[in-house]
Each structure stands twice: as C-alpha cells, then as structure tokens.
Nanobody, 123 residues
Framework: QVQLVESGGGLVQAGASLRLSCAAS???????MGWFRQVPGQEREFVAS????????YYADSVEARFTISREPSTNTVYLQMNSLKPEDTAVYYC?????????????????WGQGTQVTVSS
C-alpha cells in the first residue's frame, strides 16, 4: 500500500510560480509517479510523469517548458515546479503512483492517488 499526500497549492497571480510536493509512504519502491489535474465538471487530465529512476519525464503539451517534475529518493518526495502560471492552470492537482517503474500519461494506469491540492491562478 502507498499513501500520497500533496501540498503546496494556493492562490497566485498569472505569471507566478508554485512548487507542489507529494510525500509518499508505504511500499513505494519501483513506482513511476504522475501529476494530474482536474477542473470541476471536466475529465482529469495528465500533467507530467516521471520514471522510478527519474531518467524519463513526460509532459502534457500545455505545460511543456513551464512545469518540471522531479523526485527526491531520499525523502520519497515528488515535486512539480510550476512557472509562468496561467489562469487555465487553475485546477485541483493530484499526485499518483503506479505499480511499475515506467511512467504513462493515462490516469487508469495509476493505482494510488493523493487527496489533491487546489491551485488557483488569477488573471
């Protein structure tokens, strides 16, 4: 079992930066991680993912070059650095872990989910 707890969300103005954190506990070894986001009434969408060994990262086109996913093995923490935030980035952001070292952009490939953290970007 894996437990995930996100933090770092908040209200910022357009152009600002935020860093989300996802603290993982439990049987975390070998898990690829992902960040997804969801706006009420819409499907949850892929944001970024990272392989277990952090060698491979993938991003949605909408966040490429603005967001960076990383992980710190010593603390079992995954980060999402978000720069140049836009109002359309407003959503609840979720951290997810899969039972595989290989990341994917598909939410149904991920078994464990955090409770989410709200990010609101004002114009």
């Amino acid at each position: 079992q894996v437990q995930l707890v996100e933090s770092g969300g908040g209200l910022v103005q357009a152009g600002a930066s935020l860093r989300l954190s996802c603290a993982a506990s439990g049987r975390f070894s070998g898990s690829a991680m992902g960040w997804f986001r969801q706006v009420p009434g819409q499907e949850r969408e892929f944001v970024a993912s990272i392989s277990w060994n952090a060698v491979n990262t993938y991003y949605a086109d909408s966040v490429e070059a603005r967001f960076t996913i990383s992980r710190e093995p010593s603390t079992n923490t995954v980060y999402l650095q978000m720069n140049s935030l836009k109002p359309e980035d407003t959503a609840v952001y979720y951290c997810a872990a899969r039972r595989s070292p290989v990341p994917t952009p598909h939410q149904y490939d991920y078994t464990y989910w955090g409770q989410g953290t709200q990010v609101t970007v004002s114009s």
